[in-house]
């Protein structure tokens, strides 16, 4: 069964601080990965996606991901966090199968 | 992406009342996924289906709930004799046929139960 993990349930940053977003699969095959972000009061939206090539994965408004096979994890990153990146983020995965599985979610609070 | 259409978007039912949930997917999109929302707990995979068939209901509780996506019309979600547990945002997402597209998903805004 596919499964995965999102270590930080709520951050707080202040503004122009780095972010890490850590996340972890589970998975014995192949897959795809994803990021979506639901900024408040509307839908899900991708941020970014791995299928293959480059395990570094460069997304909108300057997000980025690193998907590390050996660790099972996929890490969303941005250097300088603004306040309208407050929202909350969550880290995805597809197996063969084509059911897609998301992670708990982390909420992310940016202070100006 | 608003393409995803879900309705209603808020629904109060008494409890041992049946709730429907439909799903339109965006234009060309023929699979559709439910998934369920709770505080705290992020999003719970529900269902997977195509035009007529359900592809994966690992996550569908065994009693009350079921799911169709007919070759005609939306795809809809139906938990019969709902109880207070099933207060929840209930997400559909579509996405393409294309297997290397499929996965990236396109979210309605939800449909809002809450159980009196």
């Known amino acids: 069964a596919q499964s995965v993990s999102q270590h930080n349930h709520h951050v707080i940053l202040s503004e122009a601080a780095s972010l890490e977003l850590g996340c972890n699969y589970s998975y014995g095959g192949t897959v795809n990965l994803f990021w979506y972000v639901q900024y408040p009061g509307q839908h899900l939206q991708l941020l970014l996606k791995y299928f293959s090539g480059d395990p570094l994965v460069k997304g909108i408004k300057g997000f980025e991901a690193e998907f590390i096979k050996s660790k099972f994890s996929f890490n969303l990153r941005k250097p300088s966090v603004q306040w309208s990146d407050t929202a909350e983020y969550f880290c995805?995965?597809?197996?063969?199968?084509?059911?897609?599985?998301f992670g708990t979610g982390t909420k992310l609070q940016v202070i100006p | 992406n608003a393409g995803v259409m879900q309705n209603p978007r808020h629904l109060v039912r008494r409890r041992g009342q049946e709730a429907r949930l439909r799903c339109s997917p965006m234009?060309?999109?023929?699979?559709v996924y439910w998934y369920r929302q709770l505080p705290e707990e992020g999003l719970k995979f529900m269902v997977y289906l195509q035009k007529e068939n359900i592809i994966d209901e690992s996550g569908m509780p065994k009693e009350r709930f079921s799911a169709e996506f007919p070759k005609e019309g939306p795809s809809i979600l139906r938990i019969q004799q709902v109880v207070r547990g099933d207060s929840a945002a209930y997400f559909c997402?579509?996405?393409?046929?294309?297997?290397?597209?499929?996965?990236?998903?396109?979210f309605g805004e939800g449909s809002r139960l809450t159980v009196l």
């Open positions: 997402a579509s996405s393409e046929p294309n297997r290397e597209r499929t996965g990236e998903l396109f």
């Open positions: 234009k060309g999109h023929s699979h």
């Open positions: 995805a995965v597809r197996g063969l199968s084509q059911k897609v599985t």
